[in-house]
């Protein structure tokens, strides 16, 4: 990641709980991959390894994408919509992003 990014992670709009949804996508056909909470602290670590980086909310501990399964996600771009509530995280995906072993989460239709 550049270290020519000035932004100030404060002046993202967090939760109650200091929790920005984060939507993953595949930065070459914007396919929608999985969608993750952060706080400041894993999206600094995000912006410093390269890799994607969440919280977990159930376990209470921060995870790096595919640091037990290899299935890294390499970041490419981050942006935030105009509320400021929201993050959308481009990558690179090495293997699937779903747990399931699905390349998406998204793979389950209503309609």
Known sequence: MSKKNK????SLKYDKRGLIPAVIQDYR?????MLAYMNRE???????L????????SRKEYWVKG????HYQYVKQIAYDCDM????IKVR???VAC???MRSCFYRRII
């Open 99 to 101: 747990h399931t072993g």
């Open 29 to 33: 056909n914007a396919e929608v991959l």
């Open 85 to 88: 509530d929201a993050l959308v």
């Open 67 to 70: 640091e037990t399964s290899g």
């Open 93 to 95: 995906q090495v293997g």
């Open 7 to 10: 932004f100030d992670l404060k």
């Open 50 to 57: 390269g890799k994607t980086c969440f919280w977990s909310r």
């Open 42 to 48: 894993s999206l600094r670590r995000t912006l410093k």
